[in-house]
């Protein structure tokens, strides 16, 4: 299983930035994905996940900022972030909880994608 994340990069504070994550190879099917960060110095904390029925959680320093979908067709997944600011700056990581195609639920995890936040 491989995860694709993109569309980190730099943005001003206030902007808004929108990341994906593509899961593929060897897939039955995805249980659940989420958005990690890291922030330099500080450990991995989780952003928002969403199961593939849609129950959704969202960290409370992003809550009413940032919101997740996922299109379950497509295993992939959205994080938009608005109203960002230069706390938000880390490395952000996908994960997803996968059933393989020989039936065994394992987590993985993407490479990650920076996001800075700076004027």
């Known amino acids: 299983v491989q995860l694709q994340a993109s569309g980190g990069g730099l943005v001003q504070p206030g902007g808004s930035l929108r990341l994906s994550c593509a899961a593929s190879?060897?897939?039955?099917?995805?249980?659940?994905m989420g958005w990690y960060r890291q922030a330099p110095g500080k450990e991995r904390e989780m952003v928002a996940t969403?199961?593939?029925?849609?129950?959704?959680s969202i960290a409370d320093s992003v809550k009413g900022r940032f919101a997740i979908s996922i299109q379950t067709a497509e295993n992939t997944m959205y994080l938009q972030m608005n109203s960002l600011k230069s706390e938000d700056t880390a490395v952000y990581y996908c994960?997803?909880?996968?059933?393989?195609?020989?039936?065994?639920?394992?987590?993985?995890w993407g490479q990650g994608t920076l996001v800075t936040v700076s004027s």
């Open positions: 969403i199961s593939s029925g849609g129950r959704v």
């Open positions: 190879g060897g897939i039955f099917k995805v249980e659940q």
């Open positions: 994960n997803a909880l996968v059933t393989t195609m020989a039936r065994l639920r394992e987590p993985f």
